[in-house]
Nanobody, 117 residues
Framework: QVQLVESGGGLVPPGGSLRLSCAAA????????MGWYRQAPGSQRELVAFQTSDGTTTYADFVKGRFTISRDNAKLTVYLQLNSLQPEDTAVYYC???????????WGRGTQVTVSS
């Protein structure tokens, strides 16, 4: 079993910042990919960024240098620093983990990010 717990969401004004965290627990293999997705009301879930256990990083085009993903492998935690937030960034942000030899994709329950004045 794998458990993912996100934290760090909240309400911020336009231009504000947040740092999201996702802590993993359970049967975690050393080779894995952890990432962040988001889903706005009425929209499909979309990739924000992911990072492999060896540090390879991929960002969605809309990130445009505003968000930074990082991870602490010793703590089994992935972070997402959100800067220059805009109202269109309002969504539920989900953490995802996938790993070699595990056929399942694992998701957290999400953390709400609301950008509003």
């Amino acid at each position: 079993q794998v458990q993912l717990v996100e934290s760090g969401g909240g309400l911020v004004p336009p231009g504000g910042s947040l740092r999201l965290s996702c802590a993993a627990a359970g049967r975690i293999f050393s080779t894995n990919t952890m990432g962040w997705y988001r889903q706005a009301p009425g929209s499909q879930r979309e990739l924000v960024a992911f990072q492999t256990s060896d540090g390879t990083t991929t960002y969605a085009d809309f990130v445009k240098g505003r968000f930074t993903i990082s991870r602490d492998n010793a703590k089994l935690t992935v972070y997402l620093q959100l800067n220059s937030l805009q109202p269109e960034d309002t969504a539920v942000y989900y953490c995802k983990l996938s790993q070699v030899s595990d056929p399942d994709e694992h998701w957290g329950r999400g953390t709400q990010v609301t950008v509003s004045s």
